[in-house]
């Protein structure tokens, strides 16, 4: 597609439940990132993939996320057993990396609002 | 200490002004800088780049100093459409692309 694709847009959900977040990134970007945003809050960074190297999970808050990305395109992000403090906007953006220079800019999807009741 | 950081603002300036913002980052070693724009209940999107030189796009001038680790986004002649969060943006560039974002100054430009 010619942008980012998120769904769901919106998922409200229960607490305890597991929800999963999907990610279509722009057809030929290399690098996939998941971001978090709570209200009135600055971008969370939680997981980078980039090619076939391991992910950076450095930024996951707990291990009840977990992110996959299947054939180096689409992405999968899970919480399990959802808290109320997870509630927030999901963003996805992916980038098409540019050698040693590090220019990576970056393309963001419209969101996965999360409500966790 | 947060790897990058920004005054959170409000700005309110009025059409015509010039606004500044800085925002500082902590890893020495960080080698690409941005500056993206959100608008509210949207995702954020670049603006622009951040050259080692400083650079123009416009209305809007960047300046980067690796000395002293900071950024800066200048705006002249501000407009009623510039309103929205400016968020800092860092590439560590520790052999990887993880781009951290600053949490973002607000900005409110007023008729």
């Known amino acids: 597609g010619a942008g980012v694709s998120q769904s769901p847009s919106n998922k409200v959900t229960e607490k305890g439940k597991d929800v999963e977040l999907r990610c279509d990134p722009i057809?030929?970007?290399?690098?996939l990132y998941w971001y978090r945003q709570s209200l009135g809050q600055g971008l969370e960074f939680l997981i980078y993939?980039?090619?076939?190297?391991?992910?950076?999970k450095s930024g996951l808050p707990s291990d009840r996320f977990s992110a996959e990305r299947t054939g180096g395109s689409v992405s999968t992000l899970t919480i399990q057993r959802t808290q109320q403090e997870d509630s927030a906007v999901y963003l996805c953006?992916?980038?098409?990396?540019?050698?040693?220079?590090?220019?990576?800019?970056?393309?963001f999807g419209a969101g996965s609002r999360l409500t966790v009741l | 200490r947060k790897e990058v950081e920004q005054d959170p603002g409000p700005f309110n300036v009025p059409e015509g002004a010039t606004v500044a913002f800085n925002c500082t980052y902590s890893?020495?070693?960080?080698?690409?800088f941005f500056w993206y724009r959100q608008d509210c209940r949207k995702e954020p999107k670049l603006l622009m780049s951040?050259?080692?030189s400083g650079n123009e796009d416009g209305r809007f001038t960047a300046q980067l100093n690796r000395a002293s680790q900071y950024i800066s986004l200048l705006i002249r002649d501000s407009k009623l459409s510039d309103s929205a969060t400016y968020l800092c943006?860092?590439?560590?560039?520790?052999?990887?692309?993880?781009?951290?974002f600053g949490a973002g100054t607000r900005l409110f430009v007023k008729a």
């Open positions: 943006v860092v590439n560590p560039g520790t052999g990887g692309f993880k781009t951290i």
């Open positions: 953006a992916s980038s098409l990396v540019r050698g040693g220079s590090g220019a990576n800019v970056l393309t």
């Open positions: 993939f980039q090619g076939n190297s391991a992910p950076d």
């Open positions: 890893n020495s070693a960080s080698q690409s």
């Open positions: 057809s030929g970007h290399t690098a």
């Open positions: 951040v050259y080692s």
